[in-house]
């Protein structure tokens, strides 16, 4: 008997039930899917089908296999006595990179285990054997200061402020993306590595094999996609407050910036301009005119963007219309009602189903698009359920336990796709080139034009520290455009001068984020009324460059106008992520992956390959301590200061400076 079929370009493995399938998956890459009592199925979560079929190199000889595309080679061993195979990969250099658990003797381990659902699909693990002493990043946006997540576990769950994108790279030389949707955990721990589906069809993993961090990202990228090019108003100033509540209010404040001569690329006009939720319109007694309005601010080279909720009040004019063609997610049990805001009873529009995302988008685009306004902020988009019970949701494309984390790309996906289609018809130039902003995300939200920015954070020094960790990890997990609300979104006070501290540094940081977004709800809470005397949803105190202070203001501008003199340097950066999939910001390990200090360093990084940025993420802190990679001299940007690499600096950091370094030789006119 064959243990083993080779079938063209696929190696395939059935036996007891199950079926195992292994094939090349782009450049130097394998796919690897398994299902138990049925067939492998076609799925393309976030891995996009192929263009061409892939060569590779298959052996068979007896109880073992092995496949060899380019850089990888996956060895197959099947364990007779215990009737299952386990699962090997190897680089080009025949170095072992991580392996699947053997079955361990007498206690007959299973590298994929099955527990039933009683009715339906599998409870899916997956287990390795990886080096205890690697280093992992990756995994998306988890709310922690650690750059190495090596020894910690994650769950595999949206929730406002965390995003799930299951891609990790070691510097072992791999990257692995589980390519599951489901929720679950992914445990990365010293003596194994577990990957858990809740509920799942079919197991589906893929691995690359590479020399460097940048050569695993663009295999990585070539298979999930890469953004767009950025336009050019992602590279500046955006605007926002929670909230400008009516048309001159939001063109005052876009006047004033005029007036003052500061550079501003976008303003932003945030949630609750509609009447109700669900409505996908603007509010004609707050904003009389939207059309003008963006008239008026596109004269003034300002671009509006405007906040859309996936949520459906169930006062909304359409409601009903969206029921009658199930375009809402479905409750399993209890109340039909999957959050509360603001005295309203919400349900969310199923992303899942085509159908309901043309009809959201074709309502945006006549309330929206067709007003002058072609730039979303499509906030709430894990979904933000008021409770968390991810077993508790259906959307047309299955449960939400088995499929919900796909939620925030496909959400993205309606009004890219939308967009794209309106602009070729329109015959615009580079109809492709759309961002907008998103709450969430998954593996493949990049392709659709998704700037994700880091949720509802506070306004502390550790929610600060925990943005540099989580766009890093971003990054490597294939989410180039990110971002954050500058100073955290709640908590601020404008009149508090340990905020306006942290609010100046993070000001900083913020020209060295891919997009630089002041944003946050102020204190105190301003409240609203119409003219009947009914009270709506509040608005923040003023969150604008000249609410902090003179001497604040002075600060914020500076750093203004270095984002605009970076111009040319972040449009090439937003090319290499555009072309390659690169991150725009980059761990220290990244761009120096054989210093070893810069493996597990997260209070620095590197924007792009030329400029290390060091921001101060403490308190009256006035200086602080900056590693130096080796291989290179770096120039302090404050002093001119030439120092070499290897080394641990003592940084002198007043309020009004972020310690920044240059490479020897690099880009030194963007400082002149």
Not at 31 to 60: H, K, Q
Not at 128 to 142: A, I, N, P, V, W
Not at 574 to 600: L, Q, W
Not at 606 to 622: E, F, N, Q, W
């Amino acid at each position: 008997m064959e243990v083993f079929e080779c079938k063209k370009n696929q190696l395939l493995w059935r036996y007891n039930g199950e079926t195992i399938l292994i094939e090349p998956w782009g450049r130097n890459s394998v796919r690897v899917r398994a299902a138990m009592m049925r067939d492998i199925t076609e799925t393309s979560y976030a891995l996009l089908p192929l263009e061409e079929e892939p060569s590779c190199e298959i052996t068979i000889a007896g109880e073992e296999a092995t496949l060899t595309n380019g850089k990888i080679q996956v060895y197959v061993k099947y364990h007779s006595w215990h009737k299952r195979c386990q699962i090997f990969f190897y680089n080009d250099r025949k170095e072992l990179l991580f392996k699947e658990i053997d079955p361990q003797g007498a206690l007959e381990k299973h590298a994929h285990a099955y527990k039933p659902i009683i009715g339906g699909d599998h409870r899916i693990t997956a287990q390795f054997f990886c080096d205890e002493k690697e280093s992992l990043y990756g995994m998306g946006q988890y709310q922690q200061e650690t750059m190495n997540i090596k020894n910690c576990t994650f769950e595999l769950a949206h929730r406002n402020s965390q995003a799930s994108v299951p891609f990790v790279l070691s510097d072992k030389g791999y990257g692995f993306l589980w390519h599951n949707p489901s929720i679950g955990r992914a445990s990365f721990c010293k003596n194994l590595t577990e990957w858990v589906a809740e509920s799942s069809k079919q197991l589906d993993y893929w691995v690359t094999a590479g020399d460097t961090p940048a050569e695993i990202s663009a295999a990585y990228a070539d298979v999930c996609g890469k953004v767009p090019m950025m336009p050019e108003y992602g590279l500046g100033f955006w605007q926002c407050k929670l909230r400008y509540y009516n048309q001159e209010q939001l063109l005052q404040v876009a006047r004033e910036y005029k007036k003052r001569g500061l550079p501003i690329d976008v303003i932003i006009c945030d949630f609750f301009h509609w009447p109700k939720m669900g409505d996908f319109r603007f509010d004609e007694e707050f904003f009389p005119d939207p059309k003008a309005m963006a008239k008026e601010l596109k004269e003034l080279g300002i671009k509006l963007m405007v906040s859309v909720w996936p949520q459906v009040d169930i006062k909304s004019e359409n409601i009903l219309e969206m029921r009658k063609n199930n375009f809402l997610v479905r409750t399993e049990h209890g109340m039909e009602v999957q959050m509360g805001f603001n005295d309203g009873y919400i349900l969310f529009f199923d992303a899942t189903n085509p159908d309901a995302r043309k009809y959201v988008w074709g309502k945006c685009k006549k309330n929206y698009y067709d007003l002058g306004v072609d730039c979303f902020w499509l906030d709430e988009a894990e979904p933000e359920y008021g409770i968390y019970d991810y077993d508790n949701y259906r959307y047309k494309m299955g449960p939400s336990l088995q499929v919900g984390n796909l939620y925030p790309q496909l959400y993205s996906r309606a009004f890219y796709e939308g967009m794209v289609e309106a602009r070729k018809e329109e015959q615009k130039d580079n109809p492709e080139e759309v961002v907008n902003l998103v709450r969430c995300a998954w593996a493949g939200s990049q392709r659709y034009g998704a700037l994700v920015w880091s949720g509802d954070i506070h306004s502390t020094f550790q929610d600060f520290r925990n943005q540099i960790c989580a766009g890093i990890h971003m990054g490597i997990a294939g989410i180039p455009w990110w971002t954050t609300d500058i100073g955290g979104f709640s908590g601020g006070n404008p009149k508090d001068p340990d905020f306006v501290e942290l609010l100046l540094r993070w000001f900083q940081y913020g020209a060295f984020c891919p997009v630089m977004r002041l944003h946050g709800d102020r204190m105190p809470s301003v409240e609203i009324y119409r003219k009947n005397g009914e009270r709506i949803l509040n608005s923040g105190s003023d969150n604008e460059v000249w609410s902090y202070g003179e001497e604040a203001y002075e600060v914020m501008k500076e750093y203004m106008l270095l984002r605009e003199t970076l111009r040319p340097y972040t449009r090439e950066l937003m090319k290499e992520a555009h072309t390659a999939g690169t991150p725009v910001i980059r761990g220290m390990f990244y761009e120096f992956p054989d210093d070893k200090n810069c493996s597990d360093c997260s209070d620095q990084y590197m924007y792009g390959s030329d400029i290390l940025v060091a921001p101060v993420t403490k308190l009256h802190a006035r200086s602080r301590k900056v590693y130096l990679p080796e291989g290179c001299n770096w120039m302090e940007v404050s002093t001119g200061s030439m120092y070499k690499g290897g080394q641990y600096l003592d940084v002198f950091a007043p309020l009004e400076k972020i310690p920044l370094f240059l490479r020897e030789g690099r880009q030194k006119a963007y400082f002149a």
